[in-house]
């Protein structure tokens, strides 16, 4: 071999060795760099500052700085500054490391129909049997269904009891036939107060105070923390603690962000946000004893069935059960969740 070709031949090993050298080494530090970016998730809801949802949403953040060592950060826009709850699930599905809340009738009204029955009404008579339900096989289930819809639930919170607020005296449950009542416009709390002989009445939640004042409408339901906040005192006269909803809420992300998180992160989440949801439950035990008080304040007469009346409650919402509602759930949901909370 010449000395021309034995020069060209080392050069050549020269550079590959230099390559192969500097796409390892350079590797290497990249995915350091990357296991050390700092993860940031942004979480939207309607909740204004101060609510008990916020302090504990506060907490949380502080939770998860703690865990990760300040790797990990949850920044807070409340009052909708992120914007709707339907622009951030698009902004989920196609990555975006951003959070909102959802429930089962939000569910429900997006394929997955069976957790519909959450928010079925009157079906629960307290949190316990709630939260038998929330650690069920079942529920497991219908979350993976969620999450082939590309949302992951990652926690569960309260979001608080709803009850009936009302203009004209009440005292038994067939005074409320025919009453206009204020109703979100999901598909589900339309039929239930349907079920009841009530005349449901969806509109925005920013319209039911002046609908109230003009004669409009004669109710609208709500938790009592809402009811006091927004100063409904003045314009309802009666609150039946009838308990129709016990509202559960969830935070869900994207499943594609959620599969971008190391599983030590996905565990700092979601244990954090255990913590967390128990502190809320706390914290709204304890807000909706304040807001009763404060509504008996304003001359709002409070109203707790006692237990012959919440049968009443029951076997008139039976007809919720064969409405469009429930018309599309899986044959035996009804008795499959009963036996659950009978566990």
């Known amino acids: ?42 979480i939207g809801y309607e909740n204004n500052p101060g609510e008990p949802l916020d302090v504990a949403l506060n907490k949380w953040k502080e939770l998860v700085a703690k865990k990760s060592n300040g790797q990990m950060e949850l920044e807070l826009y409340p009052s909708s500054q992120l914007g709707s709850k339907n622009d951030l699930i698009d902004q989920m599905i196609v990555g975006e490391p951003v959070m909102t809340l959802a429930n089962g009738a939000w569910y429900a009204d997006r394929g997955v129909k069976d957790f519909g029955i959450m928010f079925a009404p009157y079906l629960f008579d307290n949190w316990d049997q709630v939260w038998k339900v929330v650690g069920s096989d079942w529920y497991k289930e219908q979350s993976a269904k969620v999450e082939e819809k590309g949302i992951k639930i990652v926690s569960n919170w309260i979001y608080g009891t ?24 999901n598909t589900i709390q339309v039929e239930s107060f349907k079920a009841l002989g009530i005349a449901p009445t969806p509109m925005p939640l920013g319209e039911a105070y002046t609908a109230l004042q003009q004669g409009t409408i004669d109710g609208l339901e709500n938790s009592l923390q809402f009811l006091d906040s927004a100063k409904y005192g003045e314009v309802v006269k009666y609150v039946v603690l009838d308990g129709h909803i016990r ?11 959620w599969e971008s998180l190391t599983k030590e992160q996905q565990d700092i989440l979601t244990s954090t946000a255990e913590e967390a949801s128990k502190y809320n439950s706390e914290l709204q035990d304890a ?17 707790e069935p006692d237990m012959a009346m919440r049968e009443q409650f029951k076997q008139e919402s039976e007809g919720f059960y064969s409405s469009d509602a429930a018309k599309d759930w899986s044959p035996g949901l009804r008795e499959k969740i009963l036996n659950i909370i009978k566990m």
């Open 1 to 42: 071999m010449n000395r021309r070709l034995k020069f060209f031949l080392g050069v050549m090993l020269l550079i590959c060795m230099t390559i192969v050298g500097g796409c390892g080494g350079g590797g290497d530090k990249q995915q350091a760099s990357d296991s050390k970016e700092k993860v940031v998730l942004r």
């Open 162 to 185: 709803r009850h009936l607020a009302l203009v004209k005296p009440y005292s038994q449950v067939s005074d409320l036939k025919g009453q206009k009542i204020r109703v979100p416009n």
């Open 247 to 257: 509202d559960l809420t969830s935070w869900v992300c994207g499943k594609t962000f």
């Open 287 to 303: 807000a909706d004893k304040k807001a009763m008080e404060e509504l008996k304040a304003q001359g709002v007469t409070i109203i």
